[in-house]
């Protein structure tokens, strides 16, 4: 699976972005999608992540209520919606898919929150 990872930018405290994430096959041949982020210095860690065919969506503690995973699924891609963001937030993300036992990874986007 080829992912193509799009939305990163510069915001301030506060605002909003919307990453995207579109696969090259048919999502429903997908298990699970989401995304990781990398800050600087620190180790990847899971930030959101579903079950393309099922409903339990997990969310890091530190973006519940901020971050929500949203479908699209005729476009083959799921999005990740930030708002409220943090200066904390700053980081590399990293979409996945997950097809059987295999995991593909998106190139990373750069978000970067600062005033």
């Known amino acids: 699976v080829q992912l193509q990872a799009s939305g990163g930018g510069l915001v301030q405290p506060g605002g909003s972005l919307k990453l995207s994430c579109r696969a090259s096959v048919d999502i429903w041949s997908i298990n699970g999608m989401g995304w990781y982020r990398q800050a600087p210095g620190k180790q990847r860690e899971l930030v959101a992540g579903?079950?393309?065919?099922?409903?339990?969506?997990h969310y890091e503690d530190s973006v519940k209520g901020r971050f929500t995973l949203l479908r699209e699924y005729a476009q083959n891609t799921v999005h990740l919606q930030m708002n409220s963001l943090k200066p904390e937030d700053t980081a590399v993300y990293y979409c996945?898919?997950?097809?059987?036992?295999?995991?593909?990874w998106g190139q990373g986007t750069l978000v970067t929150v600062s005033s």
């Open positions: 579903l079950v393309i065919a099922g409903s339990p969506t």
């Open positions: 996945y898919a997950d097809q059987g036992k295999n995991r593909s």
